[in-house]
């Protein structure tokens, strides 16, 4: 029979009753170091007595009110995000799946609106991934996510993820925009060099297309940038953002040049729910914290003391680990065992990863995590890696 909740997750056997910082708590009390964050979603960790506060008085006063109206808070954070990146105007979503089907539609719009209604091509990169809507399963367009729910939306183009040189004679007259993940998440926490972000910009401006960025794991300060493609001194037409943005509420935001998005006029989208006070209280104060110089240099400081130690842990378990990669918090281990097992034998020592293509754990801890925290994790990978040898 099948389960009342729909079996489309394979779920580890635990469950959490609360949350504490970096912390999450079984029922019988049992404590988990968190090096997962709900997928880089409890950016400043679970609870956090901020985020707490601003949602709670938020929810005292007015929960939902439609984009019928004007919402103060939704203005506060647009106006907050347009001051701290490239663009001039913001959409707020409340996931990364809706904030991939605007960047999709907004990149045709603009082409339509100028008199090129054929250029609505987007390419795409092999192992990216955009989101589980029927546009973003066609964008990354893998088999695993796409197989039998044809047809797939046409109009995206796939290329290897390495082969700069297949890019530019894949720019036609039908070409729209390049879709990229500065770093890639899903695909096993791969960042794209900053001199190929460069490139892709570069090849953009050359042929007149949007270059649109998914940064929807790796923004918000997980980098230890505000948002990744900041490393690389560039700047996108179009940018995703979900998970971190929201702390934990769902929230996402379509980010963009005043040019990219002169197609999306009044009418042309929307969302009931996309920007609503309570998401928006709690971004604004997300922002507020993430969004210092301060803050972001500990997440890079903090970044290089955890990837020292895995360094360490990687020699010290050859025979499990390969290869650290990755930016910021947001780190990849390559194991040399299946990554599930790997995975499975942290569980066994109370810390949480989380599995990634490619064979990857990914680290994607609070951007709060302590120091004696990192030590902790390291501590219990350790046990977990030396009881794969046994
Ligand atoms: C998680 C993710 C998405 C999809 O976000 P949802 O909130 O799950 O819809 C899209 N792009 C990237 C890079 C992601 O990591």
Redo the contacts with the bound molecule.
């Keep these: 029979m099948i389960p009342s909740v729909l079996p489309t997750y394979s779920r580890a056997p635990l469950s959490f009753v609360k949350g504490e910082g970096s912390w999450l708590v079984e029922a019988d009390g049992r404590r988990f170091l968190d090096l997962g964050a709900g ?2 979603v409890n950016a400043l960790g679970h609870a956090h007595p901020a985020l707490v506060a601003a949602l709670t008085e938020q929810a005292n006063a007015l929960w939902h009110t439609s984009n019928l109206y004007q919402i103060p808070q939704q203005q506060a954070l647009a106006d907050r995000l347009v001051a701290a990146s490239f663009a001039d105007t913001v959409f707020f979503t409340n ?6 089907e605007l960047a999709v539609k907004m990149a045709r719009k603009h082409f339509f609106e100028e008199g090129q209604p054929d250029r609505v091509e987007i390419i795409t990169f092999a192992g990216s ?4 809507s029927s546009a ?1 399963i066609a964008a990354a367009g893998s088999e695993k996510m796409t197989r039998g729910f044809g047809p797939m939306l046409p109009g995206f183009v796939h290329l290897d993820w390495a082969d700069h040189d297949a890019i530019e004679p894949a720019i036609t007259d039908k070409t729209a925009a390049i879709l990229v ?1 500065p770093v890639q ?2 695909g096993g926490i791969r960042p794209l060099p900053d001199q190929c972000l460069k490139g892709l910009r570069d090849l953009c401006d050359r042929h007149g297309i949007l270059l649109i960025l ?1 940064e ?3 923004g918000v300060g997980r980098t230890g940038r505000l948002f990744a493609h900041e490393w690389a001194g560039i700047d996108p037409d179009i940018m ?1 953002v ?2 971190g943005i929201g702390g934990g509420f769902p929230l ?1 935001a379509v980010l963009a040049t005043e040019d990219a998005a002169s197609g999306m006029v009044a009418g042309t989208h929307g969302s009931t729910y996309g920007g609503n006070p309570l998401g928006c209280a709690v971004g604004c104060k997300v922002l507020d914290i993430i969004d210092t110089p301060e803050f972001l240099a500990e997440v890079t400081r903090k970044s290089g003391l955890l990837r020292q130690k895995l360094e360490g842990l990687v020699a010290a378990h050859p025979d499990v680990f390969a290869e650290i990669r990755g930016v910021g918090l947001m780190l990849g281990v390559i194991c040399r065992v299946p990554c599930a097992d790997v995975v499975a034998a942290g569980y066994a020592q109370n810390v949480l990863t989380v599995p990634a293509a490619d064979n990857v754990i990914r680290l994607l801890p609070p951007l709060t995590i302590t120091d004696a925290e990192i030590d902790d994790a390291i501590a219990r990978l350790d046990r977990a890696a030396a009881s794969l040898k046994s």
């Design positions: 997928i880089a996931s990364g799946t809706e904030s991939c991934f955009h989101g589980r973003g993940e998440g899903e998914d929807v794991q790796c995703m979900a998970k996402g």
